[in-house]
């Protein structure tokens, strides 16, 4: 009856493993196979050797990148953070009506109905010499020429990054926020506690697993765009996607592949790091 139950339950699976094989495990298995394989100016070819990851290691420019890579993961997760949990404890203690929660939680989404780029793209005449910015700061008087690193800049790709991903930080966060026992919270102040202390003992712990949640979308998000950083820099900042697309523009596939092999590496290291700090299966 168990080995039964045990087949029916493989059965039921098997559509599912399939499209992961399909879609997920085949495609990342020709990435890794690929990234052995040879290249010439015009042409590559099937091969079994470590050029291009002695390539990729022996050159400074790569640590470079992958440190300026985790350089906006670092700096846009904690934005993010700050500002997810703060709309996320509004949302979740400060509004009371379920219908209102559900209204501006929907106003929080109302950016994603549009594309990522158009979104990315609009801050660009808001920021640039004659932008918005900068006008409205020239007729206040707070500066006398505009500012040049408002655009094209570290600043503009960070602001881009927090604009586009916040919202993977408020859901998780809000999500775990709403099943808090709001008798833990009533038995705190009982017991004295203030604001402050109530929120870093009792439901920061208990927000933990949506923090690691939305941190691990935001870093994985982060360290794989390429298009925000090209746009938003002027093409005179650099990452490790950015790396894998001037590659593969040039029709280098092998070194693309061995880039994207170390990137998903290090992707999946920083997830089991964190998946340390707590268990998230609890929210799964």
């Known amino acids: 009856m168990a080995r039964g139950r045990q087949l029916i339950a493989y059965l039921q699976a098997a559509p599912l493993m399939v499209v992961l094989l399909a879609f997920l ?10 990234s052995f394989w040879g290249a010439t100016e015009f042409s590559i070819y099937p091969a079994f050797q470590f050029d291009n990851y002695a390539f990729l290691f022996g050159s400074p420019v790569t640590y470079n990148v992958f440190l300026a890579t985790f ?7 904690v ?9 996320a404890y509004f949302l979740a203690f400060h509004v009371r009506s379920q219908t209102m929660q559900i209204a501006l939680f929907l106003l929080c989404t109302i950016p994603f109905w549009t594309s990522n780029i158009i979104r990315m793209i609009s801050w660009i005449p808001f920021l640039g010499r004659n932008g918005i910015a900068n006008q409205t ?40 926020m709403m099943r808090i026992d709001r008798s833990l919270i009533e038995a705190a102040y009982d017991n004295g506690a203030t604001g402050l202390q109530t929120l870093w003992h009792v439901i920061v712990p208990l927000t933990k697993p949506g923090i690691m949640i939305g941190t691990i979308f935001v870093v994985t998000l982060v360290m794989g765009d390429f298009i925000t950083v090209r746009f938003m820099s002027g093409s005179q900042k650099a990452n490790v996607g950015r790396l894998i697309s001037n590659d593969i523009s040039l ?34």
């Open 251 to 284: 029709l280098q596939y092998p070194s693309a592949a061995a880039t994207a092999v170390v990137l998903l590496c290090t992707v999946l290291i920083v997830i089991g790091v964190l998946l340390r700090f707590v268990n998230i299966r609890k929210e799964l």
């Open 71 to 77: 350089k906006y993961a670092i700096i846009t997760w």
């Open 25 to 34: 495990v085949a495609p990342i298995g020709m990435i890794v196979v690929v």
């Open 79 to 87: 934005f993010t953070l700050a500002i997810g949990f703060t709309v």
């Open 137 to 176: 700061l020239i007729s206040w008087g707070v500066i006398d020429a505009p500012l040049d690193w408002l655009l094209y800049s570290d600043f503009a790709v960070i602001l881009a990054f927090v604009h586009l991903y916040t919202l993977f930080m408020v859901v998780p966060i809000f999500n775990t």
